[in-house]
């Protein structure tokens, strides 16, 4: 791998030595304790809904999976598995997060349609190849990166859970095309787009431009899909109210 692209998760694995490559930083390492205490006082304090710790909890093996287990480093071989990161840290975590920490986060403002634009935003531009490259080369800029997409998305959801059915759903229904359409564009680049990975792949015997047409489809189909079955879900649960509400109004 160019030394220039050594990112936060390390220089990108051959297939040989990948299933070697735990993260050991003790500043993560370090993190991840003071958060599974911070959950075992909550536990223990009974300050948060079985529901929340168990969403917490989640939220806590999911980030030890993503960014301490060999998929940290792999992730800097394929840009497909970094977009695998990264529709788990918005579609996973962070609405996970957004449950968990409800009653702390209540008090924040979230705007639903403002959210919605600073989560795409957001994402948009992490995608960018320029920005891209710049958060593989500077372990500051890659914190940043995956800072600014837990904490949108984690507003996003926050704010989709606080509005009306119809608004969430219309809400989630622009991120999904939105997504689906950046998944779509890098599909369908003509060239390889992203300097990181125009070396990483090849000692796997994959071209840099086979690891993104695939990134591009894992964003286009299982990211909006996951999106659309959000909006789906809110749709049903409107609609059984609206069911029950009229049974309940019906003279007798």
Known sequence: MDGRWIPYCGEAPGPDA???????????????????????????????????????????????????????????????VRVIHHIALVLAIAPLVAIGLERWLRCLPTPLWACTAIASVTFWTWHAPAPYAAALS?????????????????????????????????AILATTV???????????????????????????????????????????????????AAAMWIGWRWMRAERARGLRTEPA
């Open 18 to 80: 990948w299933l070697s490559r735990w993260n050991l930083d003790p500043v993560l390492g370090t993190g991840l304790v003071l958060l599974a205490l911070a959950l075992w006082r909550l536990s223990a304090a009974r300050a948060a809904t079985p529901r929340q710790l168990r969403c917490l909890r989640c939220a806590w093996t999911l980030t030890g999976l993503l960014y301490v287990s060999p998929l940290c480093a792999l992730s800097s071989a394929f840009f497909t």
């Open 138 to 170: 500077s372990v500051a800029l890659y914190a940043l990166m995956q800072l600014t997409l837990l904490a949108s998305a984690t507003a996003f959801w926050v704010a989709v859970r606080r509005s009306g059915a119809v608004a969430a759903t219309g």
């Open 178 to 228: 939105l997504m689906g359409l950046l998944g779509a564009l890098i599909t369908f680049a003509a060239r390889p787009l992203y300097a990181p990975h125009f070396a990483s792949t090849l000692s796997w015997g994959v071209s840099p431009l086979q690891d993104q047409q695939l990134a591009g489809i894992v964003m286009w189909a299982p990211g909006s899909m996951a999106y659309l």
